[in-house]
Structures are given as C-alpha cells and as structure tokens.
C-alpha cells in the first residue's frame, strides 16, 4: 500500500492519520518465505515537521508462520510492531547510510506500508522458534518427529579412540 506525501510536505506542521490494511500475505527472510495468517490494519500518523522532516508514529500487529528449529513443525508467532520514526530528506542516500538511517520504504512522493512493516518485521525477527521448551526434534538418521514417535535408530556414539581401527576395518570390507 502506497501514501501519497505530496500534499503532507506542502505545507510544514501538517499531519495525516491513516488506517491501511496490509497487503502482504507473505514475508521472506534469510531466503525463506513466511506466510502472515492474521494482520490487523496498520494505523499511521505522519508529520511534517518542517524543513522536510518527516516524522512517522504507529503500529500493528500480526501473526506469522515459523517453522519449529528442532523438529520443522509449524509455530504460530504474534508480532506487536511499533514505529516510530523520523526521515529527513534533505539528507543524501550516503548520508543515511552513515547514519545508519533506513528509509528505503519512502521517497519524496511516497510512502510503501508494506516496507515499513517489513522492516520492523526484520528487526523483531526471532533467532530461534520452538514450538515447546522441551521439543526433542527429528531424528538424524530416519527423520522421525520424536516428539511424536520413537524410531529404532542406532543412537550409539561410538568411541572416537577407535577410529583408527575402524577405518581399517572399513578399507578391508567386501562390498
């Protein structure tokens, strides 16, 4: 969803509130997609603070699909995202990034929703979901949910000490 600034930076102290639905049915990060189940819409207050200051409050929230890390299993997550900030155009791309200022979700005339959530998205972005504290994952032989099954898998960690014995039994095994 884009928001027209055009009439916003017109006039210095001018506020817009708005209440847009997010577009995005899917976020993908680090390579993988992520399908959004619920959102609710995004509400917004831009300000023009003057001197082509834009300042943007507001917020949402949404939920997302993870995977599990130990066993893959789908986990439900709830994001409550909160923004708050301020974007001055007077400035160049250069001078953003030294400041360490994104902005790529605004231009002059525009301002993508979709990319300011996502942004925000990113940065509550966990490391790490599971799906309970005590997941037991898949197993790395068969594959099996232990959660769910057992599986009769050699589970053994055999003796690093013998390896060197091991390797000559395996050079002299008949195929």
Not at 40 to 56: C, K, M, Q, R, S
Not at 72 to 93: A, G, T
Not at 125 to 143: A, F, H, N, Q, Y
Request: net charge negative.
């Amino acid at each position: 969803m884009e928001i027209s600034l055009v009439k916003l930076l017109s006039q210095e102290g001018k506020t817009e509130s708005h209440h847009v639905p997010l577009e995005i049915s899917e976020v993908e990060i680090g390579g993988e997609t992520y399908p959004i189940l619920e959102s609710l819409p995004v509400d917004l207050t831009l300000t023009h603070e003057g001197n082509y200051v834009l300042h943007i409050t507001g917020g949402t929230k949404l939920k997302a699909e993870l995977a599990c890390a130990r066993c893959l299993c789908p986990v439900e997550k709830e994001f409550l995202l909160s923004f708050d900030r301020k974007i001055d155009f007077n400035l160049s791309e250069e001078e953003r990034e030294d400041l360490e200022e994104d902005s790529s979700f605004v231009d002059k005339d525009s301002l993508n929703v979709d990319a300011l959530v996502r942004n925000e998205l990113l940065v509550q972005w966990p490391i790490r979901v599971l799906c309970k504290d005590d997941c037991k994952g898949i197993c790395s032989r068969c594959g099996a949910n232990l959660n769910f099954q057992t599986c009769d898998c050699d589970t053994t960690v055999p003796d690093p000490r013998m390896a060197a014995i091991r390797d000559i039994f395996s050079k002299f095994k008949e195929v």
